[in-house]
């Protein structure tokens, strides 16, 4: 018998992982705002716990994990970076950037294949396999930071953009009519990226990366219900940093 999987967090992402772990005979044991997470850690010893809330309820989910379980975490979260978890003094994390979707009434959208590095890292491969959802291991942490990285300027350029644009509009669109508003979110992201990280990455690469994400749904909204939200946060976390984002305060500021 395997040992179970914990999923804290059980909205339509935490689902798909889920039903992908109970394909692969892996009992799973949800988390909810109603489990009382120390009887839960006395009663099971749990392959590991994988945190599937929003990214606003990151920071409040890892520090509720017990120091038990402390080296067997794994992370799915967007807007992720190696600063959101290095405080929790965990070993050898599991992190993998999520390109399929799952919206309520429908079944999952897969753009690309999605990235894995970690400990737990072949189980999450293996399972989304057996849903038709294909994943892939990277080498180490430097491969990972990368798409990590690659994730977040995807969704909030495209997010950010979209509120510059008319409503409906789509990554195809953003990339053929909206080439020079799109490279200069992007680059105002980038800055941001980098200053999180305190790592310079090859901006040409990343574009490459985001443009073949693109080609994975060009029907893609740009602009989903959190993008005012993204704006703001990415606006607060660049004055934290004493960050210049000319193009993205100009956004805010026709809004």
């Known amino acids: 018998m395997k040992k179970p999987i914990i999923v804290l967090g059980i909205g339509e992402l935490g689902s798909v992982f889920a039903r992908a772990f109970l394909k692969n005979n892996y009992p799973v044991y949800p988390i909810t705002r109603t489990t009382d997470i120390d009887e839960l850690r006395s009663s099971i010893d749990p392959e590991f716990i994988l945190v599937c809330t929003g990214e606003g309820d990151l920071?409040?989910?890892l520090k509720s994990i017990p120091n038990a379980w402390k080296d067997r975490v794994a992370m799915m979260q967007n807007e992720l970076l190696p600063r959101d978890w290095a405080t929790h003094n965990f070993i050898d994390p599991t992190v993998i950037s999520v390109w399929?979707?799952?919206?309520?009434?429908?079944?999952?959208k897969v753009l690309i294949s999605s990235p894995v590095f970690g400990?737990?890292?072949?189980?999450l491969?293996?399972?989304l396999a057996l849903i038709d959802i294909p994943a892939h291991a990277v080498a180490n942490?430097?491969?990972?930071?990368?798409?990590?990285v690659l994730k977040n300027l995807y969704?909030?350029?495209?997010?950010i953009a979209g509120l510059a644009i008319e409503t409906g509009s789509t990554v195809e669109g953003l990339r053929n009519n909206h080439l020079k508003l799109m490279r200069n979110v992007s680059s105002d992201i980038l800055k941001l990226q980098s200053a999180l990280t305190g790592k310079i990455?090859?901006?040409?690469?990343l574009e490459k990366g985001m443009l073949l994400a693109f080609e994975g749904d060009l029907s893609h909204q740009c602009m989903g219900r959190s993008a005012p939200q993204r704006l703001k946060r990415t606006l607060k976390l660049a004055s934290e940093l004493q960050l210049n984002m000319p193009h993205l305060q100009k956004i805010k500021n026709k809004l």
């Open 141 to 148: 942490d430097k491969e990972l930071l990368f798409e990590l």
């Open 125 to 127: 491969v293996a399972s």
């Open 155 to 159: 969704i909030l350029t495209t997010n």
């Open 201 to 205: 990455f090859v901006e040409d690469e």
């Open 100 to 108: 399929f979707e799952k919206k309520k009434g429908m079944d999952s």
């Open 119 to 123: 400990a737990k890292a072949q189980i």
């Open 59 to 61: 920071q409040l989910a």
